[in-house]
């Protein structure tokens, strides 16, 4: 069991995450088995009935018919419930590899195989069109932060573990058969879609879609500049991605004519690409871009591989050794994939958390699902003239490549200066998406400092909030610049975060702060701050606190039983009672069950305790929610007893953060319980 917390805790799963994370972790394992099983067979079996020159063809192809294929499933989208959409995802997919596999042991193999490159992809495009949705809908954006990295783990497991047995399964039953495999890992990845949705799935009225209307004409074309840089920047990226496919496939076929042969290649090769991209994406994205920030992450995979490729122009011009220029050839592949689909992708996420949330999706769907097929089949149009028309070969292709990729990093560099612009622009606007590795890049850190100082007060509350959740030293070192902040409400702000925080070095500027402090309600909290740490500095002033005065009624008797107040009033005015002096030492607890079942009761209990009073009696409580994607709202009250203890009982209406609070004074830490079936 500790062991078990431990590896939770390595891997920032928390109590009530494991069975959720588990099934989407085996899903997503499950069905990228057969990504490995029709990858190491397609391009083998192609390349033996084809040759790799034929190679530009099948992406013309795949041009047009996956950009068919993503236009129908967004329809279907639009008219099916997302639970239905994605389990006939599923079926499409083994009834259509169940068909090329008859139709590859039929006459017409010779034309089947020519549909193999392009089935490959439609299986990774709708694969993951089942993955991601469904784990955005289960996961809160919170936890999307901490667990989406180890969801995509799960591909990559496959890779590594599938890779392996590739060349052993083969070696048994043959290279077609391996899309037989394929069709029963994607019949098992719709057994464990469908029994994970009957645990997990919330209703589809709890995700509602955004709404398009109202759209100012500024949110639609702001950045107009910077979008159009994405969209080059996909452009170039895939023409690239797929010549170094082509130079890979060529040297490929040179070396390994044999199908079976090649497809065993295959599983070993797509077997040490997943260990590279598993070590990548586990240890290395997060820490490469928040030490050396955005530019870095997008330049340091094309970089290598523009290198790499330079290289074996040079020694294919040297007439170097044939297995010294194929294991070149096999580097820049795996740099390619490895790192492009690890530490680049992350990179990616970032150049669109700059967008404001209203047009993001938009223009992430416009880029991967328009301008990346047409990519595709500019390559292929591209290839197609250089090798058919011009008779170039690997060398001359990598010689051309060389200038993609002075194109394709000068993209980087314009798409990286202009994300600071477009990440301004919305952070003004208050529109940021939440991830987190957009906010830990270097250049968000740098913005969100500078609009600490931005006179609008809006800026600041928002860089405030943003600074506290990831990194809360640079907010400490500026609460007390923000004391003179010229809006009362960020100064408030500030005088309640240097308490919560107990900034004893801030004591000097509040008591410069308070004789100048105009607003009221300001000054009340300002007064409240520096009594409250000067209290905690000197012992004997805390003694005198509780020594202030009685609240009598006319009749002499207490008008109030808790009657002892410090002569201060709160921010409405009430008079404020002396043990609020000590809010720092008011603790208030809460234990959830780690899930409930759907339309069962969820007990809620804990404790109210003061470091100085011990129990806290008769003090009225009240419980919060938080749904995924939602805010927070009020869903019950509790009182505590005399022993300080209170309990609760709601009927949750589907998964949530739990929440319970003594307004003003202290809240119990969040609990998330997921709603279940059984």
């Known amino acids: 069991m500790i062991q078990s917390r431990r590896i939770s805790a390595l891997l920032r799963i928390q109590p009530g995450e494991e069975r959720l994370i588990g099934s989407l972790v085996s899903l997503y394992f499950v069905l990228a088995l057969s990504y490995v099983f029709v990858q190491s067979m397609a391009f083998g079996l192609f390349i033996t009935e084809y040759g790799p020159d034929f190679l530009p063809y099948s992406y013309l192809t ?47 193999s010779h034309y089947f195989a020519f549909l193999l490159p392009l089935w490959f992809q439609v299986l990774l495009n709708l694969g993951n069109l089942a993955i991601w949705p469904l784990a955005g809908r289960l996961l809160d954006i919170q936890q999307g932060k901490r667990l ?13 573990i599938g890779g392996l047995l590739v060349p052993l399964i083969v070696s048994r039953i043959g290279t077609v058969n391996l899309l037989l495999l394929a069709v029963v890992s994607i019949l098992a990845a719709l057994f464990l879609l469908r029994r994970l949705l009957r645990k997990f799935q919330e209703p589809a009225t709890s995700y509602p879609e955004p709404s398009n209307r109202g759209i100012q004409k500024t949110d639609r074309w702001a950045g107009n500049s910077y979008i159009l840089l994405i969209f080059g920047y996909t452009f170039i990226w895939w023409v690239s991605f797929y010549f170094v496919d082509n130079i890979f496939y060529n040297r490929l076929a040179a070396q390994y004519p044999d199908a079976d042969q090649l497809t065993a290649f295959m599983g070993a090769f797509l077997s040490i690409m997943g260990i590279i991209a598993f070590i990548t994406t586990t240890f290395l994205t997060s820490r490469i871009i928040a030490r050396f920030g ?24 040297l007439a170097a050794p044939a297995l010294f220029i194929f294991g070149l050839s096999v580097s820049v592949k795996l740099i390619n994939v490895a790192l492009g689909f690890s530490l680049s992708q992350s990179a990616n996420v970032i150049v669109y958390q700059s967008l404001s949330e209203r047009i993001r999706s938009r223009i992430q769907t416009t880029a991967e699902g328009i301008v990346q097929p047409i990519a595709i089949g500019s390559a292929g149009l591209f290839l197609l003239g250089l090798t058919t028309l011009l008779g170039f070969g690997y060398i001359g292709l990598s010689y051309v490549f060389l200038a993609l990729g002075v194109v394709w990093l000068t993209s980087i560099l314009f798409l990286s200066r202009g994300y600071v612009p477009a990440l301004l622009h919305t952070i003004t606007r208050r529109r940021l998406g939440e991830s987190r590795t957009a906010l830990s890049d270097p250049a968000m850190l740098s913005i969100l400092r500078a609009h600490l100082d931005d006179p609008q007060p809006a800026a600041v509350l928002y860089s405030i909030a943003r600074l506290e959740e990831i990194d809360p030293q640079l ?3 500026a609460l007390p610049r923000l004391l003179s902040h010229p809006s009362a409400q960020v100064r408030r702000l500030a005088y309640t975060r240097i308490e919560q925080l107990s900034l004893q070095d801030a004591l000097e500027a509040l008591l410069l702060q308070m004789d100048v402090e105009s607003d009221p309600q300001a000054r009340q909290a300002a007064y409240l701050t520096a009594s409250y740490r000067i209290a ?5 002033v805390q003694l005198l606190t509780w020594f202030p005065r009685k609240d009598y009624a006319s009749s002499g008797t207490y008008s109030d039983r808790f009657g002892v107040y410090c002569g201060l009033r709160d921010l409405r005015g009430e008079r404020k009672r002396a043990y609020y002096a000590f ?21 809620l209990r804990g404790r109210l ?17 938080r749904r995924p994607g939602g805010s927070w709202v009020v869903v019950a009250d509790a009182r505590t007893r005399s022993d300080g203890s209170y309990a609760v009982t709601v009927r949750p209406r589907g998964s949530a953060t739990w929440l319970v609070r003594w307004t003003g004074v202290v809240s119990s830490q969040t609990e998330w319980v997921p709603v279940t079936t059984r």
């Open 148 to 160: 989406f990295g180890l969801v995509g783990a799960g591909m990559w497991l496959a890779n590594i």
């Open 294 to 317: 955005l530019r870095t992450g997008l330049l340091t995979m094309p970089l290598l591989v523009t290198l790499g490729t330079g290289l074996l122009a040079l020694a294919g011009s």
């Open 609 to 625: 305790t003061s470091e100085r009073m011990g129990p806290i009696a008769a003090k009225s409580l009240t419980v919060i929610a």
């Open 62 to 108: 795949l041009a047009v018919f996956a950009t068919l294929v993503a236009f129908f499933y967004l329809k279907l989208s639009e008219r099916l419930p997302f639970p239905r959409l994605v389990s006939l995802n599923l079926v499409f997919l083994a009834s259509g590899s169940f068909l090329i596999w008859s139709g590859l042991r039929s006459p017409l």
């Open 536 to 540: 905690a500095r000197y012992p004997q």
């Open 583 to 603: 809010a720092g030492g008011n603790h208030l607890t809460m234990s959830a069950p780690s899930s409930v079942r759907r339309g069962a009761t969820l007990l």
């Open 475 to 477: 907010l400490v070192d």
